[in-house]
């Protein structure tokens, strides 16, 4: 479920698509958050800290930070990976809850090289948390990438944090773990494999297919056709709709897609089930601190005819700050 992408472009520019695939809908809305936000690690405030970068958010159940990209050109990418394992929760080493994961990063760092170096030196763990829609609790990975092309790939295996950190990690899907992913993609045409392109709709498939077509795009000429390669590419490892199938009830499907042009600040999003592409210039926000944050609904955005569309900056509407799942105290 979900797919994820790096296009570091011949003229420069770098663009992340990613699809969030989802056997539900998640609550999602947009939420503009400036530079100041206090807030904690949400497994008992251990570890606080005030945003240092203002961020656009693509928020679950407006609870959690799933994606998104901060004023510095940092981006993150929440995705489910089944063989996640977070260890027992040490009270005397720092935490950070799921919930709040991504955004840690995209308040406090700028480079990918930053966070690898936090996580490194830090030991820090991530706390699972039930969704508050069913109390199942996810199993996710997390993809990071900046303005100069960097990425990471964070998994979370017997408690331990593997990260994945080079330019030339720029795919991410799911299961399997991303060595094996790696080593399942060698085997295909065009990366040291006889096996033909494959074309179904399991991780592995998706993977590949990410890949190839990432490295294939032709050079633009503008902004639009940059984010419409990339958009082409996500499109392609989509999930389509489908009926309940008895054996696999919790099949995914893709339901919103996403494209963070790091290089021009500008965050793009479309929904499956509605007809129009929004996006948000993080240049024309106001991130200061002191200021309010933002919330655009697109939850309630379903008129077929003069419902948002285009650029959506000036759209949000003022209220409080995202309020993030922790920990019962």
């Known amino acids: 479920m979900c797919t994820r992408l790096v296009w570091n472009g011949p003229a420069g520019a770098v663009l992340v698509g990613r699809n969030m695939d989802y056997h539900r809908d998640t609550g999602t809305n947009l939420w503009s958050l400036p530079r100041g936000i206090k807030r904690d690690d949400g497994v008992g405030g251990e ?55 991504l955004q840690y990063f995209l308040d406090n760092f700028s480079t990918v090289g930053e ?7 830090s030991g820090v763990q991530v706390v699972p948390l039930g969704d508050p829609a069913t109390g199942e609790v996810p ?3 997390l993809a990071l990438d900046d303005v100069s092309g960097d990425s990471a790939v964070i998994e979370y295996i017997d408690g331990k944090a593997n990260v994945w950190h080079s330019r030339d990690y720029i795919v991410m899907t799911n299961s399997p773990t991303y060595d094996k992913q790696i080593e399942m993609l060698q085997q295909v045409q065009g990366f040291g494999g006889d096996k033909p392109l494959p074309g179904t709709t399991v991780a ?23 984010i419409a390669g990339v958009l082409s590419v996500i499109r392609n490892t989509a999930q389509p709709f489908r009926i309940p199938d008895p054996d696999k009830p919790n099949a995914s499907q893709t339901i919103w897609q996403t ?27 106001n991130f200061q601190e002191g200021s309010s944050a933002g ?10 005819e003069g419902g948002l569309a285009g650029n959506v900056t000036a759209s949000f509407q003022q209220t409080a700050p995202m309020t993030f799942l922790a920990l019962p105290t």
Do not use: C
Not at 82 to 101: F, I, Q, R
Not at 263 to 284: A, C, G, H
């Open 204 to 226: 592995s498939d998706r993977f590949a297919r990410a890949a190839y077509y990432v490295g294939r795009l032709p050079e633009p000429k503008s902004q639009i056709e940059a």
């Open 295 to 304: 919330k655009l609904d697109l939850m309630g955005d379903t008129a077929l």
């Open 115 to 121: 966070a690898v170096t936090w996580i490194d030196e």
């Open 259 to 285: 494209v963070s042009d790091l290089t021009n600040k500008r965050y793009i999003f479309e929904s499956t089930t509605r007809p129009n592409i929004v996006w948000v210039d993080l240049k024309q926000l």
């Open 47 to 101: 570890l606080a800290w005030s945003a240092k970068y203002g961020s656009v958010v693509a928020g679950a159940y407006d609870m959690m930070t799933v994606d998104g990209m901060n004023e510095a050109g940092l981006a993150g990418h929440i995705l489910w990976l089944s063989e996640s394992s977070y260890g027992t929760h040490d009270k005397n080493k720092p935490a950070l809850s799921m919930a709040v994961w």
């Open 139 to 141: 199993a996710v990975h």
